[in-house]
T-cell receptor
Framework: GAGVSQSPSNKVTEKGKDVELRCDPI?????LYWYRQRLGQGLEFLIY????????KSGLPSDRFSAERTGESVSTLTIQRTQQEDSAVYLC????????????FGPGTRLTVL | AQSVTQPDIHITVSEGASLELRCNYS??????LFWYVQSPGQGLQLLLK??????LVQGIKGFEAEFKRSQSSFNLRKPSVHWSDAAEYFC????????????FGAGTRLAVHP
């Protein structure tokens, strides 16, 4: 597709359940980022993938959060044993090194933990 | 710690009036600077960016921003606001030297009165 896509667009889950969020980056973009945006706040960096290098996980808030990416394709963000404070919009962005240096953002997944 | 501050949480202007949104970042080597806009129900869109050179940068939709090293600021301006400019504006800073690992401010919500 032409842009970054994310699925699902909305996810409601019960506290303690695991959730998996998906991001399809723009084809050819080597870098992929996950951010979290809590209500009324700015974006918090979570994790960054660049090609086949080890990901930068410095923004993951706890060991309940993990993410995977195979090559330069789809990424999944997994949150285990969800808590109410995990409720937020999770945004994915992709970036092609050496290009306009612009990150292109997906529409986000709104996660609500009851 | 590296940080980005947007002092104004909410701003209201009249259509046709001028606009300035403030952004300050914590001191460090000259970072890469960005302004993004997030409209209701839409993803983030890049308005403009500064990497080097002329400190006054022009962006899309008639926006411009000026980098002032002495003040660690990158304020966004528009001479005449349109009703369609109502949105949330985020300043973002890349302290990672081009790896595009962005730190976002908390955002400024702009309302436009007719």
């Amino acid at each position: 597709g032409a842009g970054v896509s994310q699925s699902p667009s909305n996810k409601v889950t019960e506290k303690g359940k695991d959730v998996e969020l998906r991001c399809d980056p723009i084809s050819g973009h080597t870098a992929l980022y996950w951010y979290r945006q809590r209500l009324g706040q700015g974006l918090e960096f979570l994790i960054y993938f660049q090609g086949n290098s080890a990901p930068d996980k410095s923004g993951l808030p706890s060991d309940r959060f993990s993410a995977e990416r195979t090559g330069e394709s789809v990424s999944t963000l997994t949150i285990q044993r969800t808590q109410q404070e995990d409720s937020a919009v999770y945004l994915c962005a992709s970036f092609r090194s050496g290009s306009s240096d612009e990150q292109f953002f997906g529409p986000g997944t709104r996660l609500t933990v009851l | 710690a590296q940080s980005v501050t947007q002092p104004d949480i909410h701003i209201t202007v009249s259509e046709g009036a001028s606009l300035e949104l403030r952004c300050n970042y914590s001191y460090g080597a000259t970072p890469y600077l960005f302004w993004y806009v997030q409209s209701p129900g839409q993803g983030l869109q890049l308005l403009l960016k500064y990497f080097s050179g002329d400190t006054l940068v022009q962006g899309i939709k008639g926006f411009e921003a000026e980098f002032k090293r002495s003040q660690s600021s990158f304020n966004l301006r528009k001479p005449s606001v349109h009703w369609s400019d109502a949105a949330e504006y985020f300043c973002a800073v890349d302290f990672s030297g081009g790896y595009n690992k962005l730190i976002f401010g908390a955002g400024t919500r702009l309302a436009v009165h007719p």
